[in-house]
């Protein structure tokens, strides 16, 4: 149980472009979902914090019209990057939890690159 | 805000070895989680301790809170070319703006050598 795919694992795309990342809890309801980015060798950067049906929280320096977060339903968040430039290229995390233990559950991540 | 030191970045170790990864936080935590990341892959739950003092163990890894709640180890006994990986502690503040946000610590890349 605790399932959490992500879609795509992979996207290359143009620079000025937008790219939507899929966040999906498969065999539980997440009430909250979680965006994370990792640069190679290093840890993760909590992004924004997002729960069904309001706006999403965003960490200090997260631009927040560039990453668009929509967290639709209890088993699906979405992240846009809007425009993406090559410093934008990074391994996109995200995580879904439920209350109570609070653990994470982690999705397997979209590398994306930005050419 | 809530900063989690871990260390040490990297620690190489011969097979059979132990291993020893440290987290420090600069705020008392609820509690604190352990994940693994195996090379190319995503971070796993490993154990979550809520209480002073708590040692837990599964298997040849035993994890430990502080009685102060600020700092925690994992330990593995007997390193196998299995346990390779980046091992992560995430702590959720004690209170605040921040409650129930995880912040990782920057992570141990374990190597081990065969």
């Known amino acids: 149980g605790a399932v959490v795919s992500q879609h795509p694992s992979r996207v290359i795309c143009k620079s000025g472009t937008s790219v939507k990342i899929e966040c999906r809890s498969l065999d539980f309801q997440a009430t909250t979902m979680f965006w994370y980015r990792q640069f190679p060798k290093q840890s993760l950067m909590l992004m924004a914090t997002s729960n069904e049906g309001s706006k999403a929280t965003y960490e200090q320096g997260v631009e927040k019209d560039k990453f668009l977060i929509n967290h639709a339903s209890l088993t699906l968040s979405t992240l846009t990057v809007t425009s993406a430039h090559p410093e934008d290229s990074s391994f996109y995390i995200c995580?879904?939890?439920?209350?109570?233990?609070?653990?994470?559950?982690f999705g397997p991540g979209t590398r994306l690159t930005v050419t | 805000g809530q900063q989690v030191m871990q260390i040490p970045q990297y620690q190489h170790v011969q097979e059979g070895e132990d291993f020893t990864t440290y987290c420090n936080s600069s705020t008392t935590l609820s509690n604190i989680q352990w994940y693994k990341q195996r090379p190319g892959g995503h971070p796993v739950f490993l154990i979550q301790?809520?209480?002073?003092?708590e040692v837990k163990k599964q298997k040849r890894l035993t994890f430990q809170f502080g009685e102060a709640k600020k700092n925690s180890s994992l330990h593995i006994t007997a390193t196998q070319t299995t346990d390779v990986g980046t091992y992560f502690c995430a702590g959720r503040n004690a209170g605040g703006t921040s409650y129930g946000k995880l912040t990782f610590g920057q992570g141990t890349i374990l190597t081990v050598h065969p």
């Open positions: 995580s879904a939890s439920v209350q109570g233990p609070y653990e994470q559950y």
């Open positions: 301790l809520v209480k002073s003092g």
